[in-house]
């Protein structure tokens, strides 16, 4: 099978395309032939492998131990392993599977959930980690119920067009900051109210927020604080594009900042799950929510569309489509 790769760390130029031995599933797995994928920054960091002390210890410290690509995954069950009957051959899909940028990819059963039917493939292929984070963000680290209000930054890029409109359905009052080519867009998913950043720093401006969801990180914590009421949260999911990311400096700034406001502030890693991924179909199925898509690249021009994202001016998601 035809599959993306990265045999080295570096810019997505390294990334192309190998012939690959086709996955078989093991117990609990299933085996998808993939329809579409989607690039996050996790995947640009994973090309780079950067930042070097978080990721290349695990990784590998000079090369990838694991050259494959991708995370983010729609597709039709190809092949089910021992112990699988929640799906069958032929069943449509969408979630997570290491190595997604490929012909073929291999996942747990827990992994991913039936596609809905008024979903396309490339829908259902934006999804994954930026569905799962958007949703955990507002629900679990936020906490954030009916009638609270919530300020999203970054709110046309992949996590933050979920957030909006994830947010709306959950019953927030919506504020979604982008840039003044994107209000349009980031209005026309449900936001009740939409910043300029060009126009308006949200950190210095008079209204106050239960919760803010920064899918950037363009403001240090600090800054971002002052945009909360007094026992607001602060949820942290994005690190500005194009920066050279200093973890341990970051959370040390994380840690005594919270211990000296009032306000929470929680670092957002998502975990996959089925269930988040039943909610996000439920949505789907519903009109409360739809995948926004930026543009489209073949399984071919996968480093394309990974430096496309790299870039920072996404609308949405990038999808590559196999």
Known sequence: MKAAIREAYGPPSVVHIAERDLPEPGDGQVRIRVKASSVNPYDWHMVRGEPSLLMRPQMGLHKP?????????????????????????????????????????????????????????????????????????LRDWGGLVAGQTVLINGAAGGVGTFAVQIAKAMGAEVTGVCSARNVDLVASLGADHVIDYGREDYTRAVTKYDVVVDAVGNHRPRASLRALKPKGTLVMVGIETGKRIKPLGLMLRTIVVGRLVSQQITPGLAKWSRDDLEYIAGLVESGELRPVIDRTYPLAEAAAAIAHVEEGHARGKVVITV
């Not at 050259?67 to 039709?76: M, T």
């Not at 112990?83 to 991913?112: C, H, I, K, P, Q």
Request: no cysteine.
């Open 65 to 137: 131990k694991d050259v494959r690509l991708g995370v983010d995954v729609a597709g039709i069950v190809d092949q089910v392993g021992p112990g699988v009957s929640e799906l069958t051959v032929g069943d449509e899909v969408f979630g997570s599977a290491l190595g997604a940028y490929a012909e073929y990819a291999v996942t747990g059963l827990a992994d991913v959930a039936h596609k809905p039917a008024s979903m396309s493939f490339e829908e259902a292929g934006a999804v994954g980690i930026a569905g799962y984070t958007a949703v955990q963000a």
